[in-house]
């Protein structure tokens, strides 16, 4: 009889067990949706992090042209430097350096032109035909040790030897003479007529030597 009293209890036990478990299954399963549901944010908070990293290769590219433009600056400033003289930026004259008889003269070029311009490495002087005498060669202590930029009215110099000095049956009298510049990439287009100083010069030309043009004559280097 107790048996058949227990029963029952124990099926709407089971019964109501059932059910939990049923109920509890599908709880689970809509706070498993909720979950879900709770990640997409997440998701789009990454897909703005995207849009963040997107930002950043902006900033870069602001960055890149900011450096663009300083580059392009800093082209435009040695790209102004001053250009080399022309021979008709400059006047050139010739004066006779003391002592006798005169062995040396002194070239000054003045930058006659509104503009600056650099007078590149030495005189190109020729006492004959410009087309057939030999330019007289350098000497390298005379060389300075950065160019030489004339501003307008700017005058600069060129110490010229002449001669030896004395009676020389090679000695040849010379009244005027050619002066040519240099431009970068060599001798410059036309030259200047230059007249000696009074009552003329002695040339040798085999002794004849130029120092480079310089902002101011200097001890040593351009005694030669």
């Keep these: ?75 435009n400033k040695t790209g102004g430097n001053a250009p080399a003289c022309a021979a008709d930026d400059v006047k050139i004259s010739a004066a006779k350096q003391d002592g006798v008889p005169t062995t040396h003269i002194t070239l000054t070029a003045t930058n006659v032109s509104s503009h600056a311009c650099t007078l590149l490495q030495y005189p190109l002087v020729a006492f004959g035909d410009v087309q057939t005498a030999k330019d007289v060669p350098a000497v390298a202590k005379s060389k300075p040790g950065t160019p030489v930029v004339l501003n307008s009215g700017a005058p600069a110099y060129a110490v010229v030897r002449v001669n030896n000095g004395g009676v020389d049956e090679e000695n040849r009298a010379v009244t005027s003479f050619n002066v040519n510049l240099f431009a970068a990439d060599g001798p410059a287009e036309g030259s200047k007529a230059v ?24 001890n040593g280097a351009d005694d030669f």
Excluded: N
């Design 1 to 75: 009889m107790r048996t058949s009293i227990h029963r029952p209890a124990v099926i709407a036990a089971t019964a109501v067990a059932a059910l939990s478990l049923t109920l509890t299954a599908c709880g689970g399963g809509d706070g498993a949706r909720d979950e879900g549901a709770a990640s997409s944010p997440k998701s789009a908070g990454t897909g703005s992090g995207s849009g963040s990293g997107s930002g950043s290769e902006e900033k870069a590219g602001g960055s890149d042209a900011s450096d663009s433009a300083a580059q392009t600056g800093a082209k």
């Design 195 to 218: 007249t000696a100083p009074e009552g003329g010069i002695a040339v040798d030309d085999a002794v004849a030597k130029t120092g480079y043009w310089t902002p101011e004559l200097r």
